[in-house]
């Protein structure tokens, strides 16, 4: 596969919800340089065309992904892999940082604090498999 070659599949049998399915697979994809900084995404119609799923699945990926920072809309130009990585952890660092703030206020020592955060993380990936 190019490395500018845009491939999802979507597995219907998956617990994972068709639009997380198209998030993960981009968010991957972009992380791992195989959508480069700058490859123009295929619009929300046709992605959702040549995937069989309704636009407004692709358009909810999207905004998730524009959330997160993997990809920017540039209006009617349409939509392209942003910098991801930069972007991801430094919005990492500033949850970490606030959850530790957080903790501290709340009275939890480093150990409760770092627990707390061991028994999410093993939850969240867990449920991601």
Partial sequence: ??????????????????????????????????????YKLPTVRGLAEDLGLAANTVAKAYRALEADGVIETRGRNGSFIAAA??????????AAESYARRVRRLGLDHGAALAAVEDALRATYRADA
């Fill in 1 to 38: 596969m190019s490395p500018q070659t845009l491939t999802i599949t979507i597995d219907p049998a998956a617990a994972a919800a068709p639009f997380e399915q198209v998030r993960t697979q981009i968010a991957d994809r972009a992380r791992d340089g195989g959508l480069p900084v700058g």
């Fill in 85 to 94: 990585g930069e972007a991801a952890d430094k919005e990492a660092a500033a």
